[in-house]
């Protein structure tokens, strides 16, 4: 059974940080480029980043660059994000997901930035 579940979120004060992980069962996790998305209340899903299936420092969208960092490790079949300087408006629904042979999700960790 193919699992991709997140955690790592919560309510975290304005310019504080979080890490996410999204762990990997069910599908050989090393062969999958991993991304990650968001969704805030009233909008379309964003994509935030995107490793490829090799790790490296992957690829960021604009609207977080240089805050969110993206990151992998086969050996733990986990995808991680790293969010800094937080705002309250990254607060959002954070979902993984694996595209590759067929697309999977994850069911998503919420992450509240406010004071």
């Known amino acids: 059974q193919v699992q991709l579940v997140e955690s790592g979120g919560g309510l975290v004060q304005p310019g504080g940080s979080l890490r996410l992980s999204c762990a990997a069962s069910?599908?050989?996790?090393?062969?999958?480029?991993m991304s990650w998305y968001r969704q805030a209340p009233g909008k379309a899903r964003e994509w935030l980043a995107s490793?490829?299936?090799?790790?490296?420092?992957?690829s960021v969208a604009d609207s977080v660059k240089g805050r969110f960092t993206i990151s992998r490790d086969n050996a733990k079949n986990t995808v991680y994000l790293q969010l800094s300087s937080l705002k309250p408006e990254d607060t959002a629904v954070y979902f993984c997901?694996?595209?590759?042979?067929?697309?999977?999700w994850g069911q998503g960790t919420q992450v509240t930035v406010s004071s």
């Open positions: 490793v490829s299936s090799m790790g490296g420092t992957g």
């Open positions: 069910g599908f050989t996790f090393s062969m999958y480029p």
């Open positions: 997901r694996a595209r590759g042979a067929y697309d999977y």
